[in-house]
C-alpha cells in the first residue's frame, strides 16, 4: 500500500495524529495534576491526601470529573449569560491551542529518509504564537468575573486584568533575552542549539547563560497562570471564590481544568526555552541526530519529565508560600522585575552588538552585575519595599491625596 | 453588458450603510428586523462581487470568505451592540479574524502583532476600564446612536471610495503558480534557511526592513512612545510622600471634605 505509506510520511499526519494524542493525554493529564495537587498537599501538611477511590486514590480524579459533568448546570439569574458561558470555553481552550508550539520531540525518520518535526506546527512566528495566544487567556478570568454580576467575582476579575497585564510585560521582556540570545523565534531551533556543551561536559541549556532570567521568568509564569503566591484573583479567604463564585459544575470544572492546561504549558514552554526542551546530556537517544521512533518517544518523555519538575515546584510553591498582598503584587512586578529585565534585555542587546551573545562569560557577569545593582538599589531606597502604608490619606477622605 | 466592478460596490455599499443605520442603537426598535436583512445581504452580494470579479479560485480562498465574513459581521455588531462591555469583546473579534486574514496573506509576523498588540494588551484596557466605568447597567448614552445618519454616512462613502479604487490598482491577478496576492509577497526573504520543513516567513524580512529602510520612522515611532509615557507619568497624579504626615482632613458639615487652611 504505497499510497497509504505516502500518508503516513506527511508531516501533516504527524500534525494532526500528535494533535489528536496530546490532546488527549494533555485532558488526562490535567486531571491528575489535581490529583497530584492534592497529594503534594497533604504530603507537605504531614495528611494523607485522597485515599478512598481505587488504590491509592488513583481514581479519584475520575469520579471528580464525572461529578462535575452530572451536576445540574445551573445559570444565576442575573448573569449575562453568552460571556458566562464563554469565560470557562476561553479559559479552557487557550492553554490546549498554546501546545500546538511546542516541540516535543524533535525530528523523526517516517521512513524512506523522511524528517518530519514532532511538532504539531513549527510557524516562523513560534514563540510570538506563544504570547500572542496566551496574551487572550486574560479574558476567560476578566469575563467571568464580570459576567457573574457578583461583587466577589468582579473584583476577582479586575485583579486578574491588573496582574496578567503587568506580568505579561517581564514575561515578554524574559522571552526577549532567549530570542536575542539565540537569533530565532522557533522553538524547535532554540532546543536544537542548546544542545551542546561547554567544556566538554556542561550542557548548553539556556538556563546557564541567563539564569536571572529564568528565574524571573518562572515568577511571572506563576502570576499568569494565577498561582499560588500569586493566586489574588482567587483568593477564598477575600472573594468568596474571586472570579469563579458564580460558578458550578462542568463551567467550574472547565476554569479548574484550564489553570492546570496552562501549568503545563507553562512548564513546557520554560522547559523549551531554559533546559534544552527535549535534550538530556549524553543520552544518546535525546541528541538532535536521533531521528527514530524509540528517540521520539524519549525525547518526548525528557520534556515531559521536565514539565512534571515544574509542575510539582508550582505546587510546592504554593502549599509552602504565603499570598502576596495586591499592592505588594504589582510594586513587584512594576518596580522590580521590569526594570531588572530591561536592565537584562539592554546588556543582551550590548553582547549581540560585539557578537559575545552566546558566551557564558558575558552573560553571567551581566546576571552578576544586575542583581548586584537592584540588590544595592533596594537597599538604600528610602522606602520600605514591603509594609503597610501607613501614610495615606484614610480611607473616605476624598480624591485629592490618594495617588 | 457588464457592469464595472467599482459600481456593483457602490451599490453594495449603499446596501450595507442602510442596512447599519437601521441597526444601530435606538429609543424604538422597530427596524432591526429590516436592518439585519440589509445587512446580511450587503455583506452576501459583497462576498459575491469579490469572488466573481476580483480573488478567483484560490487553495485558501474558503478561509479568506469564512474569516472575512467573520471580520465584517463581527465589526458591524462593534457599532450597533448597545452594551460597552460586548462592543469591545466583537472588537476583539474583528482582530483575531483580521489576524486570520494577514496569515492567509502569508503576513504571519503581522498578524500576530496586532494580536499581541490590540487583542492582548490595548482591548484588554479597554474592557477593563468599561467595566469599571458602568457597574449600574447601561447609559443613555450607549444604548442610543448619538449622530447615526452622520456617521454612517460618513464611514460608508469614505469605504466606497476606497473600495472603488481597487478596480484601478495594478494588483497581482491570482493564479495557479501564485495563490497569494497582496505586498507582503513581493518583499523577498533574504538568508532565510532553506529545507523541507521552512516555509517562507517573513519576520526576519520584516526585522531587516525595519531596522534599514524604515529606521528613521522607527525612531520616530519610539520616540512618540516615549513621549507618551512621559506624559502619562506627568499626568497620573501628585505623589505622596511616605515620610511626611499626611495633610488632615476635616468632613464639613454637609459632608463635602474640606482641605485644611
Known sequence: MPVVAAIFQTQLFVSVALAVVALAL???????????????????????????????????????????????DSFPAHVDKLLFVLAPTISFVVPL???????????????????????????????????????????????????SRNKYSFFGGMRACAQMLSYEIPLGLCILV??????????????????????????????????????????????????????????????????????????????????????????????????GGWHLPWLAWTQPDAVSWGAALCKIVVLCAKVCFFIFVMMWIRWTLPRF??????????????????????????????????????????????????????????????????????????????? | ??????????????????????????????????????????????????????????????????????????????????????????????????????????????????IIIYAGAILVTYVFVIMLAQQRGDAVYDTRAREPLLGVLAGFVLMAAMAGQVDRLPLPRPSAASPFTGAVLSISPQGLPAGPAQLPGNTLTVGQLVMTKYVVVLEMTGVLLLVAIIGAVALSGKRVPVDQPPPTWVVGKIGKEVKPF
Not at chain 1, 503534594?40 to 481514581?59: C, E, H, K, T, Y
Not at chain 2, 465589526?75 to 469583546?89: D, E, F, G, M
Not at chain 2, 472588537?91 to 486570520?100: I, K, Q, R
Open chain 1, 325 to 403: 498582598r495586591f499592592d505588594q503584587l504589582l510594586r513587584v512586578a512594576w518596580q522590580g522585575l521590569i526594570p531588572i529585565t530591561l536592565a537584562l534585555v539592554a546588556w543582551t542587546t550590548g553582547l549581540l552588538y560585539f557578537g559575545v551573545q552566546r558566551s557564558p562569560l558575558w552573560t553571567l557577569w551581566g546576571n552578576v552585575l544586575i542583581l548586584a545593582a537592584a540588590l544595592a538599589w533596594v537597599a538604600r531606597a528610602r522606602t520600605p519595599v514591603t509594609g503597610r502604608q501607613d501614610n495615606l490619606p484614610p480611607v473616605g477622605a476624598g480624591t485629592g491625596g490618594a495617588g
Open chain 2, 1 to 114: 453588458m457588464t457592469v464595472s466592478t467599482s459600481y456593483l460596490l457602490y451599490l453594495v455599499f449603499a446596501v450595507g450603510g442602510v442596512g447599519v443605520y437601521l441597526l444601530l442603537p435606538r429609543a424604538q426598535r422597530s427596524a432591526r428586523a429590516a436592518g439585519t436583512l440589509l445587512a446580511l445581504a450587503a455583506l452576501a452580494a459583497l462576498l459575491v462581487v469579490l469572488a466573481v470579479r476580483m480573488l478567483g479560485p484560490g487553495p485558501t480562498a474558503g478561509y479568506f470568505y469564512v474569516f472575512a465574513t467573520v471580520a465584517l459581521a463581527a465589526a458591524v455588531r462593534v457599532v450597533t451592540h448597545p452594551r460597552p462591555v460586548h462592543c469591545a469583546l466583537y472588537f476583539v473579534l474583528v482582530v483575531v479574524a483580521v489576524a486570520a486574514l494577514l496569515v492567509l496573506q502569508r503576513a504571519e509576523f503581522l498578524a500576530i502583532a496586532l
Open chain 1, 178 to 275: 532567549v530570542v536575542l540570545t539565540m537569533g530565532t523565534l522557533r522553538l524547535e531551533q532554540i532546543t536544537a542549539a542548546q544542545t551542546g556543551y561547554w567544556l566538554g561536559f556542561i550542557p548548553q541549556w539556556n538556563v546557564f547563560l541567563h539564569p536571572l532570567a529564568f528565574v524571573l521568568l518562572f515568577i511571572c509564569m506563576l502570576a499568569e497562570c494565577n498561582r499560588a503566591p500569586f493566586d489574588l484573583p482567587e483568593a477564598e479567604q477575600e472573594l468568596v471564590g474571586g472570579f469563579h463564585t458564580e460558578y458550578g459544575a462542568l463551567k467550574f470544572g472547565m476554569f479548574f481544568l484550564g489553570e492546570y492546561a496552562h501549568m503545563i504549558t507553562s512548564g513546557a514552554l520554560i522547559s523549551v526555552l531554559f533546559l
Open chain 1, 26 to 72: 494533555i485532558l488526562g493529564a490535567t486531571a491528575y495534576c489535581i490529583y497530584f495537587e492534592r497529594k503534594v498537599a497533604a504530603w507537605i501538611q504531614d495528611r494523607m491526601g485522597p485515599s478512598r477511590v481505587g488504590p491509592w486514590g488513583l481514581f479519584q480524579p475520575i469520579a471528580d470529573g464525572l461529578k462535575f459533568v452530572w451536576k445540574e
Open chain 1, 97 to 147: 491551542v498554546l501546545f500546538a508550539a511546542i516541540p516535543w520531540g524533535g525530528q523523526l525518520d517516517v521512513g524512506g529518509g523522511n524528517l518530519v518535526e514532532v511538532q504539531v506546527a513549527n510557524p516562523d512566528i513560534g514563540l510570538l504564537y506563544i504570547l500572542g495566544v496566551a496574551a487572550l487567556s486574560v479574558y476567560g478570568v476578566v469575563l467571568g468575573g464580570w459576567a
